[in-house]
T-cell receptor
Framework: NAGVTQTPKFQVLKTGQSMTLQCAQD?????MYWYRQDPGMGLRLIYY???????DKGEVPNGYNVSRLNKREFSLRLESAAPSQTSVYFC?????????FGSGTRLTVV | RKEVEQDPGPFNVPEGATVAFNCTYS??????FFWYRQDCRKEPKLLMS???SGNEDGRFTAQLNRASQYISLLIRDSKLSDSATYLC????????????FGPGTRLSVLP
């Protein structure tokens, strides 16, 4: 089915470890996003990519890096995980005004 | 002041009840407004857009009040399956014209 695919669905990291969250969309959308969701905080934008080859910081970019590998793929990297990065991460793409979200990655940093 | 604010709830209502959620936004230049629904441990999904004249989709009615900078969502004849968190989304001048999500209002429809 068309949509946004995120991997992994769950991950536990130790403080200081690194990992990359993968995201791919098959809807030929230009814009892709990474959000984190914490209780009571709503979704907060980490990074976004308006088109292939471009990336920009969102509201909470510290501790993260991104790569827009091609039009389909937009990855999020944690270089040195911290407990404050424990969260649910959602990738999304957008066409006109509707977001399509991936199913999320539940990340715990211990 | 947060850019988008919502009553966190939870709203606990019996089946068949009518329930209304409000959302306020701070950016008077905002042009696009949406309601998303998020089930527990799932991703948000678009419920409906909100148009200036108000719009209805079955049991759901969305209204926009630009003067007071709020949008509302009315759910009539609540069903158990309506239990979810409802997110208000508004476009923003920040971060490349992206959208800002409210923290959500949790609804529990009780049998």
């Amino acid at each position: 089915n068309a949509g946004v695919t995120q991997t992994p669905k769950f991950q536990v990291l130790k403080t200081g470890q690194s990992m990359t969250l993968q995201c791919a969309q098959d809807m030929n959308h230009n814009s892709m996003y990474w959000y984190r969701q914490d209780p009571g905080m709503g979704l907060r934008l980490i990074y976004y990519s308006a088109s292939e080859g471009t990336t920009d910081k969102g509201e909470v970019p510290n501790g993260y890096n991104v790569s827009r590998l091609n039009k389909r793929e937009f990855s999020l990297r944690l270089e040195s995980a911290a407990p404050s990065q424990t969260s649910v991460y959602f990738c999304a793409s957008i066409f006109n005004y509707g977001y399509t979200f991936g199913s999320g990655t539940r990340l715990t940093v211990v | 002041r947060k850019e988008v604010e919502q009553d966190p709830g939870p709203f606990n209502v019996p089946e068949g009840a009518t329930v209304a959620f409000n959302c306020t936004y701070s950016n008077s230049a905002s042009q696009s407004f949406f309601w998303y629904r998020q089930d527990c441990r799932k991703e948000p999904k678009l419920l409906m857009s909100v148009y200036s004249s108000g719009n209805e989709d079955g049991r759901f009615t969305a209204q926009l009040n630009r003067a007071s900078q709020y949008i509302s969502l009315l759910i009539r004849d609540s069903k158990l399956s309506d239990s979810a968190t409802y997110l208000c989304v508004v476009n923003s001048d920040n971060y490349g014209q992206n959208f800002v999500f409210g923290p959500g209002t949790r609804l529990s429809v009780l049998p």
